[in-house]
Each structure stands twice: as C-alpha cells, then as structure tokens.
C-alpha cells in the first residue's frame, strides 16, 4: 500500500470514527516534537532530588493498597511532607480515584478537597459499575475531605480561588485536561510558596509523558516555567518557588540513596 493510500484509509478511519483523531494527537512523538519545538526541552524537565526538597524526608504512607492506578508509596510520601511543611495545610486535588492521595494528605491537613466525575457521568460513558463504585473508597468517611463530584473541564473553580497550599493533579492525564487542569490549579493557590503537583509526569521515575509534560508548559504562565521539575524517585513533577538545584539525570545513574520500607498490612472490616 502506497503512503498517500494509506493516508486516505486513514483519514477515512477518522471520519467515521472520530476518537481516533485524538489518539493521533496524543501520539507521545508528536507530543515530545510540540515540545521541543516550542520549549526545546529535548530532555524534559530537570530532575530535583527528593532529599533536596526534604532534607529529613521521613514519612509513613497510609492507606497503601498497591493495586493497579494508583499512585507509588514514594509519591504519598511526597503528599505527605509537602502538606507536613505546610501549617494548617489546605490541599486540593483533581482526580479521586480510591482516595488514597486525598486521606494520605487528610492525615495532616487542615482540609482536603477532591475533585472526580461525577458517578453517573462514568457510568454513562462506559466505565463499570464496580471501577465506579470504588471511588472515594479510603476516603469518603474522613471529616476533614469534602469530595466534590463534576467535570473539571466545566467546574466553576471561583469559590476556591487563592485558597490552596498544595495542590495535586491526577485526573485525566490526556494534553487537553492536563492544559486546563494546569491553568485552574494556579488560580487555587495561597499564596508564592504553595505548590502544584501533576502526577503521571512519567510512567515510571526516568521516562517522561509527553502529552503530560506539553500540557504542563501550555497550561503554565511562561514566567513560571522556570519553577517547573520533576521530582526524583517519582512519578510526579512540581511546581515550586522554593530555591532548588535540578538537573538532567542519566537514564542509568548511580543511586545516590535508598530507601528503608516497613510493610504491614492491615484488614478492611
């Protein structure tokens, strides 16, 4: 099959399905090239080591029920002793899922937000009925968490304006939603020193999501760019005025420390 017949059979295949569009706009080379191009960071963002950003860094994640989607013990201890730096902490966050981020971070916090789909909306786009209704599942009989339910691409975010010392986003991770959850989660901060964390950053702590990182830079204000890192031994960037040294790190570079990790598991009854 020549190029351009395969350019018409895909164009057709777009036509009728127009879903497919968006995987080919989400395609991680054309992400990493829009990138490149605009902001020419052909590495991704600098890496700032988590000892750096927590000399002392010493936390206890609980609940952690290492199962599939969620996020990694390293990446509830980051919550945890950004909200533990933080007096009298407010945290938001976009994107529930089993609530472990939102009672991790509840467990110090003054309040905790979250932010998810409304149940009959997930359940109206396909999503099952049990994905479903394990939403909010560690947090939804905390106090302090109030668990707010709509389309972050359509929520009226006034009401919580200027409010928020931490801020994660872990919702949808597509460039679209990334773009504009960005640009709400900068309207929700305190104060210079609150902080935005985007989980997914990566997929793993050394590569990078491309569509993920090109909708932090478009939904973040140029002059802020330079606060922008990701965060070593993580999944996560952030965004932080604190005075940090960051740097490109090798694909296979020498740790430079471990960590120590009791597990105990606890029954749900």
Same mark, same amino acid.
């Given at each position: 099959?020549?190029? =351009?017949?395969?350019?018409?059979?895909?164009?057709?295949?777009? =036509?009728?399905?127009?879903?497919?569009?968006?995987?080919?706009?989400?395609? %991680?080379?054309?992400?990493?090239?829009?990138?490149?191009?605009?902001?020419?960071?052909?590495?991704?963002?600098?890496?700032?080591?988590?000892?750096?950003?927590?000399?002392?860094?010493?936390?206890?994640?609980?609940?952690?029920? %290492?199962?599939?989607?969620?996020?990694?013990?390293?990446?509830?201890?980051?919550?945890?002793?950004?909200?533990?730096?933080?007096?009298?902490?407010? /945290?938001?966050?976009?994107?529930?899922?089993?609530?472990?981020?939102?009672?991790?971070? %509840?467990?110090?916090?003054?309040?905790?937000?979250?932010?998810?789909?409304?149940?009959?909306?997930?359940?109206?786009?396909?999503?099952?009925?049990?994905?479903?209704?394990?939403?909010?599942?560690?947090?939804?009989?905390?106090?302090?968490?109030?668990?707010?339910? %709509?389309?972050?691409?359509?929520?009226?975010?006034?009401?919580?304006?200027?409010?928020?010392?931490?801020?994660?986003?872990?919702?949808?991770?597509?460039?679209?939603?990334?773009?504009?959850?960005?640009?709400?989660?900068?309207?929700?901060?305190?104060?210079?020193?609150? &902080?935005?964390?985007?989980?997914?950053?990566? $997929?793993?702590? $050394?590569?990078?999501?491309?569509?993920?990182? $090109?909708?932090?830079?478009?939904?973040?204000?140029?002059?802020?760019?330079?606060?922008?890192?990701? &965060?070593?031994?993580?999944?996560?960037?952030?965004?932080?005025?604190?005075?940090?040294?960051?740097?490109?790190?090798?694909? /296979?570079?020498?740790?430079?420390? /471990?960590?120590? =990790?009791?597990?105990?598991?606890?029954?749900?009854?």
């Amino acid at each position: 099959m020549s190029k =351009i017949s395969k350019l018409f059979k895909a164009l057709s295949l777009i =036509i009728k399905q127009p879903a497919l569009l968006n995987k080919v706009l989400d395609d %991680a080379d054309v992400n990493r090239q829009e990138v490149i191009s605009k902001y020419g960071l052909t590495k991704g963002l600098k890496t700032v080591d988590i000892n750096t950003l927590f000399p002392d860094f010493d936390e206890t994640v609980e609940p952690f029920c %290492a199962m599939d989607g969620g996020s990694t013990p390293i990446d509830l201890a980051l919550l945890k002793a950004l909200v533990r730096n933080k007096k009298d902490c407010m /945290y938001f966050e976009i994107g529930t899922w089993r609530g472990e981020s939102a009672a991790n971070a %509840a467990s110090l916090a003054k309040l905790c937000v979250t932010l998810n789909l409304p149940d009959e909306e997930m359940i109206q786009m396909g999503m099952d009925k049990e994905y479903v209704g394990l939403h909010r599942f560690f947090s939804k009989k905390m106090n302090n968490i109030i668990h707010l339910q %709509a389309n972050s691409q359509t929520y009226d975010f006034s009401e919580h304006h200027k409010k928020y010392d931490v801020v994660f986003i872990d919702g949808d991770h597509h460039y679209r939603s990334v773009k504009s959850d960005t640009q709400n989660a900068f309207k929700l901060l305190k104060d210079d020193s609150s &902080v935005i964390v985007w989980h997914d950053y990566g $997929n793993t702590p $050394n590569n990078i999501r491309w569509d993920v990182l $090109n909708g932090i830079l478009d939904g973040t204000p140029t002059e802020k760019h330079q606060h922008l890192c990701r &965060v070593s031994n993580t999944l996560c960037a952030i965004y932080t005025t604190q005075l940090v040294k960051a740097e490109h790190r090798k694909l /296979y570079s020498e740790p430079n420390k /471990y960590f120590s =990790i009791s597990v105990k598991t606890k029954s749900i009854t």
